[in-house]
């Protein structure tokens, strides 16, 4: 038989000796947590699968039995080949094999706002900057990845010295002092492993990636900068044999399909990890040296004192050490460590539970509106004769009086039919999306890709919304005239809106000089994908609405419109108050996301927010159906808009939530230009979403009236 499939393993936290002024930032993660999002507590082993977070390269974790068996099946059959499907390429190392990290952009919670790592007065590499291969999805989301000077040799421990700046002019001086005070991090990768530093707090030791640019101690008017760096490379022994390996690229820009033949053994690196120091240097003595020449290790000091002060003049000498530990963690489960669970997963079950409730509480509602009223007004009426119906007409009240106006086009009819086209794309893409990354298909090794596929997603599901949106258009109008105007506009209205917020908030970035900045060639290139690929297609799928069959009213419409009754309070209040049972159901899991956005935490329990998803979906349309149900009551045909808006509403208490979150728990956020970001992203967060969940209650309400008064026999 050949090896095992490796099995997934907590990685262990070490905690790791610190200087006890360094800042801890708000965003830690403490490490005595559950040990992995794989033991789902209350749960079957395989539905822990699915619902927990599958880890970078982990491709024999299948998510269903179906997957799982064949895999089986094809180690029986083929029993010296392994396979690793998808994730990052598993790269084994010699003996004394050079390796170098790299550098990511420099990022802070204080101003959300990223800054190239050599924007500061680092250490250069030797042959120079180099930048590395890029996706749509990393230039979007603002990484710079770089080379660096930092190299190191399998399995070889080391202390190095790097460089010794010049003196610190006045604008690096202040640069670093800001950098430090604003809490920036230096974010390091190895293998494509981020770096992990750990400390104790208050008798917690605590976790987070990167390490920061420097530190102001409290009570001290100076700042101190990170200048020696202690490593420590957690390295897993293995043994090739003749192991096949299909995986998406270190960078997530490939498909490689190599074999080991030689059956050579080798080390994998399994763990990466940094303790910061703040060193004093003689700089006369170590500007003498050359980069890489080796040193005296140096354990980090707690006086401050002994630590590299930043000021003007001042010259500054980078050092660090590499440590190799050889450790038991497998590689497929070296990403563990970064994918634990903060809060364990019973926050996640409560959410769903208390979900269930609301849709519980909300079929009840829809079954006694059904079976109960709307079943028994159609059985008494079919079981009258003509005078009698004839008579009954006369004295109808409720629904049953609005049947010649129910089906009268709505205000704004091409508006409502290009948001309906647009809420279909973006339900597909955000549907399509998180079943993909359930199923273990968006690493979190591969960056990038997650807002990659998505943006992939929607530009094909153009079809779908030209297609939904003329079809509405025709079933509304009878006709298909004007049909290439509403698709111009559907594959133009969300994305023009978000187009122009982006460009806003990108010329205050392109001011701040911010790596989050989309670069001139980026901008032509969204334009070249939204007009060649998401244009064309959404006029393809108008067309092809032309050519489907007209959905025909199953009654006719006056020519005058009946007199809606006076109301004692504004119907609109009922709409905006049914966005609160959605909220409801997503609350939770937008704390979640909202944290892995602006907090730099992992978010990648994937299979809970498919779960909330399509719980989602069932509280919009019963929400919908029933506020629609309550309007047709009291004789009020206007029910289009506000079937689209009572489940669209959610969206304003996901905005109004943002801003909460943003003064609760952002309070480290500071300045109008990150105030500006937040909230421009937030919009443009809460637009998607009101179009999304609008056109699921619109749908939904749609087939409930157009089913409703199809079984009614009144001319």
């Known amino acids: 038989m050949g090896p095992t499939p490796p099995t997934t393993a907590p990685a262990p936290a070490h905690p790791l000796p610190f200087p006890p002024h360094l800042p801890v930032p708000s965003d830690a993660t403490p490490v005595s947590q559950p040990p992995s999002r794989f033991r789902t507590p209350g749960a079957p082993g395989w539905l822990a699968h699915v619902l927990g977070v599958q880890m970078a390269g982990a491709p024999h974790n299948s998510c269903f039995m179906a997957p799982l068996l064949w895999i089986v099946l094809l180690l029986l059959v083929s029993p010296g080949n392994a396979f690793y499907l998808p994730g990052s390429y598993m790269h084994t190392y010699s003996q004394g094999e050079s390796i170098s990290a790299k550098v990511n952009s420099l990022t802070s919670i204080e101003t959300e706002m990223p800054f190239n790592y050599y924007s500061l007065p680092y250490c250069r590499p030797q042959g120079g900057i180099k930048k590395s291969a890029e996706n749509l999805g990393e230039l979007l989301m603002g990484d710079q990845i770089d080379n660096s000077p930092y190299r190191f040799h399998v399995n070889v421990n080391e202390s190095l010295f790097l460089c010794t700046t010049k003196g610190l002019n006045d ?62 490379v ?74 590299q002060v930043i000021r003007q003049q001042e010259r500054i000498t980078f050092t660090y050490d590499v440590e190799f530990v050889k450790s038991d963690i497998r590689w497929p489960s070296r990403w563990d460590a970064y994918l634990k669970m903060e809060a364990g997963s019973k926050v996640h079950w409560f959410s769903i539970m208390n979900s269930l409730m609301v849709i519980l509480f909300l079929a009840g509602i829809v079954f006694v509106i059904f079976l109960r009223t709307v079943r028994r007004d159609l059985t008494r009426y079919e079981e009258l004769d003509k005078e009698a119906q004839a008579q009954m007409n006369e004295e109808l009240s409720g629904w049953k009086l609005v049947v010649g106006d129910v089906f009268r086009e709505p205000t704004c009819s091409k508006l409502l039919c290009i948001m309906i086209g647009d809420g279909v794309q973006i339900l597909g893409m955000a549907i399509v999306t998180i079943v993909f990354a359930t199923l273990g298909f968006m690493s979190p090794a591969s960056r990038g890709m997650l807002l990659t596929g998505m943006i992939v997603l ?221 909230v421009g992203y937030s919009f443009l967060m809460a637009f998607a979403i009101m179009l999304a969940t609008g056109t699921i209650g619109f749908l939904t309400s749609f087939a409930f009236v157009h089913y409703l008064f199809s079984s009614v026999k009144i001319d």
């Open 171 to 232: 604008n690096d001086a202040k640069l670093l002092k800001q950098r430090a005070r604003d809490l920036y991090q230096v974010n390091m990768m190895l293998d494509n492993l981020p770096v992990m530093r750990f400390t104790e707090q208050n008798g917690v030791t605590v976790q987070w990636t990167g390490f920061p640019v420097g530190y102001s101690p409290a009570g001290s008017s100076e700042d101190y900068i990170i200048n020696h760096l202690k490593f420590k």
């Open 234 to 307: 957690l390295v897993h022994e293995y043994e090739g044999s003749n192991v096949e390996i299909i995986g998406t690229g270190e960078e997530g820009s490939g498909v490689i399909s190599e074999i080991d033949k030689k059956g050579m053994s080798g080390y994998q690196i399994v763990g990466f990890q940094v303790t910061p120091c703040s060193v004093k240097r003689n700089a006369e003595d170590f500007s003498k040296l050359n980069m890489y020449d080796s040193i005296d290790p140096v354990d980090c000091p707690v006086e401050l004192k002994k630590a």
């Open 458 to 678: 929607y530009l094909f599901l153009g079809i779908a919304a030209g297609y939904v949106s003329v079809r509405f258009w025709r079933t509304i109008k009878g006709t298909s005239e004007g049909w290439r105007s509403v698709s111009w506009l559907t594959a133009c209205f969300f994305p023009g809106v978000m187009f122009t917020v982006l460009t806003v908030l990108n010329f205050v970035l392109w001011k701040s000089e911010s790596t989050g900045a989309l670069p001139i060639s980026l901008f032509f290139t969204l334009l070249a994908l939204w007009f060649c690929i998401s244009v064309p297609l959404t006029l393809v799928g108008g067309f092809l609405g032309t050519r489907a069959e007209q959905i025909e009213f199953p009654v006719r419409t006056n020519q005058i419109p009946r007199e809606i009754p006076a109301r004692k309070y504004p119907s609109w209040l009922l709409v905006l108050g049914a966005g609160t049972l959605p909220f409801g159901t997503l609350f939770i899991e937008l704390f979640f996301i909202l944290s892995s956005i602006w907090l730099g935490r992992f978010y990648y329990v994937f299979g809970f927010l498919l779960i909330v998803l399509l719980l989602l979906v069932v509280v919009c349309a019963e929400v919908s159906v029933v506020l629609t149900y309550m309007n047709l009551c009291v004789e009020d045909w206007r029910w289009w808009w506000k079937a689209f808006f009572a489940s669209g509403s959610v969206a304003l208490y996901v905005f109004l939530y943002s801003i909460n979150y943003l003064v609760f728990d952002l309070r480290s956020l500071s300045g109008p230009v990150s105030a500006m970001l937040y």
